[in-house]
């Protein structure tokens, strides 16, 4: 199979990775015996003209949408989005539509979704500059509407008051121009869980975060100069394995997820575990990553990490290639 990997200067906040991690892919994509031809497209006409070109029959894009920002991922409302273009001309691809990635990305859609499907979500509000915060309870945890990979996430996010509260949101609408989602803090453990494949095929591999505690700041969350570095580790669930992997499957079901995402949870004050987000371009530096840390924690080769990611990257294209097959 020809397949054509997509990224730009958006590559890394969006989706698996920079240029480097970009190459990774391309790398175990032809390990599996497929072409991979990669494509690099700084504009929305760039993009057209790749797909004018043709040449592959399947297209796995690090990009939700078309966009010079290298810093953050935003809503892009009246841009491109891969998606729409690719249903647009019946082009197959790895993971969901756009419809799909637009509710992953906007993390108040996400939580209103999950939580009409009875699927764990914080207390959460939207709040903007010029809101009224009544009714806020607190500590409450302060993020941007629509980031990912822990952008826009400190020390600072977890706000005591109002007094701190506005600062915050005034904070990510100045940096971000996005609103913000107030969320109950939860203080608890972080987990995740990398859900792969569709339908009876599907798999739910959950895993407990791990950072060393020399790392944290004041609270226990997971700052964005703690992640892609490698400062945090994937281990065994334990106890919460099969609660983990049971919520992730809800999650994906309730938002139709296709191929692979992942799903990051964390546990309030009770214990309870709430989702946090719902990934639909997982991270894929080799090692550091979570998705290709979850996938050696459960099929670890006697070869090492580096085949266990190859073989991560086959069964995701095969899981694409499947669903583009029936298609076609």
Known sequence: MRILLLTGPGGDAQGW?????????????????????TAYVETEAEFRRTLDAGGFDLVWSALYHISSNEKFIGRNEEGLWVADALDGRGIPYVGSDSRIMKDMIDKFATHTILARAGVPVPAHRLLGPDDDPAGISYPAFVKPMCESRSVGISDESVVADERELRRRVEYVAREFAQAALVEDFLPGDEYTALVLGNGAGRQCLPGRVRVEEKHYGRHN????????????????????????????????????????????????????????????????????????????????????????????????????????????
């Open 17 to 37: 990775g920079d240029m480097s991690v970009t190459r990774s892919v391309a790398e175990a994509v032809s390990a599996a015996g497929h072409e991979a031809r």
């Open 221 to 328: 969350i997971l700052r964005s100069d703690l992640r892609g570095v490698g400062l945090t580790r994937i281990h065994e669930a334990g106890e919460r394995a099969e609660e983990v992997a049971e919520l992730a499957g809800k999650a994906v079901e309730a938002m139709g997820c296709l191929d692979h995402v992942r799903i990051d949870l964390k546990a309030d004050a009770a214990g309870a575990l709430r989702i946090m987000e719902v990934n639909g371009i997982p991270g894929l530096k080799p090692l550091k990553s979570w998705a290709p840390q979850l996938y050696t924690l459960f099929h670890a080769s006697p070869l090492g990490e580096l085949e266990d990611y190859r073989n991560l990257i086959r069964d995701i294209i095969a899981c694409a290639g499947a669903r583009a097959k029936s298609f076609r």
